[in-house]
């Protein structure tokens, strides 16, 4: 997070107190939506944090909505950037400032206020007041995220409650190395849960999928490939560079590829090594989610499609035609440098 001073960090361990009988556990720790609730609600009940992050993981989209409603504050999701500096906002009118000063006042914020009111006399003789005050508070949290379908971007602040809440996608950021030396304080916490869940059976995936932001290589379908006919050309590219396969959002909304596939505003931020985009167009809220791969080729019929603004190698041509052609060459490359 950029800013001039980082938060004080604090790890709080939490002990779940259980009824006799109640089974929040089942084999390995299996903790309800509102039970996770009810300790996140405690633990900033109890130690009133200026900020709490969730990452928008499939958990952190449940709960990081549910906390914030619980706690009363708002929440920005889906975050491409954070940072912590003063936010400068211009009352015009009575009750607005009354709300403002209450609030600083109940939340102790480190605000500088600059009242630039002043009262006029109108026509009629009348004494008006007009309210114009500027309020500077010092170390929010700006929240930036793509907002108007990917259009603008917009940047959040929280100024009147708290936390301050954000999630934000896994592979958005870079991550930097673990600093030991910033462990914060271990303290322990009692939470006794809400179990308003009733688990009558669990039943493990069969499928054994990767999770596309882990891929090193991704090979990702667009609408350009025709038809899930087609599909198999896009995984035989991936098998044979032993990487996965993704999609564009047009490829799951037609259901050709499950949701946990997509790559894009709306899907996952994905930075592999090397990301061949196949019949895929280029739609601003694609590239959001791929743009920061290594490397880039695209495969595309049309010179015009977007895509290649991004690519570091275009191949303009049939997708159908091209992948089973590079699918080969790259098998038999494979199979001379085993021979
Ligand atoms: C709020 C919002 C969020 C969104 N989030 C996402 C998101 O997370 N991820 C996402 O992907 N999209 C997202 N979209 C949708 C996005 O705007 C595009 O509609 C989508 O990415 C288009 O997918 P596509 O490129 O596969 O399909 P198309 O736009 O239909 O493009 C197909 C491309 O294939 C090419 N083509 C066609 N036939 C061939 C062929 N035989 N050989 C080679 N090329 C061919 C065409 O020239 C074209 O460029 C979002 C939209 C909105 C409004």
């Not at 009352?91 to 609030?103: E, G, I, P, S, T």
């Not at 891929?215 to 995984?235: D, M, N, Q, T, Y």
Request: glycine share 8%; proline share 4%.
């Amino acid at each position: 997070m950029e800013g001039d001073k980082p938060f004080e960090l604090k790890q709080v361990k939490v002990r779940l107190r259980l009824t006799e009988g109640e089974s929040l556990y089942s084999g390995r720790p299996l903790i309800t939506p509102q039970a996770a609730t009810d300790v996140m609600a405690k633990v900033i009940a109890e130690y009133t944090p200026e900020v709490f992050l969730f990452g928008a993981s499939s958990i952190g989209r449940d709960l990081a909505p549910s906390v914030s409603a619980t706690v009363h504050t708002g929440l920005t999701a889906d975050c491409t950037g954070l940072a912590i500096s003063d936010v400068v906002k211009n009352v015009n009118n009575a009750a607005d400032k009354a709300l403002a000063d209450a609030k600083i006042a109940e939340l102790g914020q480190d605000v500088t206020v600059e009242d630039k009111s002043k009262v006029m006399t109108g026509k009629d003789g009348k004494e008006i007041e007009i309210v114009n005050v500027v309020y500077t508070y010092h170390k929010q949290l700006r929240m930036t995220r793509p907002a108007f379908g990917g259009n603008i971007i917009a940047t959040i602040a929280c100024l009147q409650h708290r936390p301050q809440m954000a999630t934000v996608r896994p592979g958005v950021m870079q991550a930097l190395d673990a600093d030991d030396s910033r462990t914060g304080d271990v303290v322990m916490l009692d939470v006794e849960p809400t179990n308003n869940l009733e688990v009558l059976e669990t039943v493990k995936s069969t499928k054994a999928s990767k999770d596309i932001i882990e891929a090193k290589i991704l090979v990702s379908a667009g609408r350009g490939i025709g038809s899930p006919e087609k599909l198999h050309l896009v995984e035989d590219l991936a098998d044979a560079l032993e990487g996965d396969v993704s999609g564009s959002r047009a490829v799951v909304d037609a259901g050709w590829l499950p949701k946990d596939k997509q790559v894009g505003q709306t899907g996952k931020t994905v930075r592999p090594e090397l990301y061949v985009a196949c019949g895929i167009s280029g739609a601003i809220q694609h590239v959001a989610g791929m743009e920061g791969s290594d490397y880039i080729i695209a495969i595309n019929k049309e010179e015009s499609a977007p895509i290649f603004d991004v690519a570091d190698l275009g191949v303009i041509g049939d997708v159908n035609a091209i992948l089973p052609k590079l699918t080969e060459a790259i098998r038999k490359y494979k199979a001379s440098k085993v021979n």
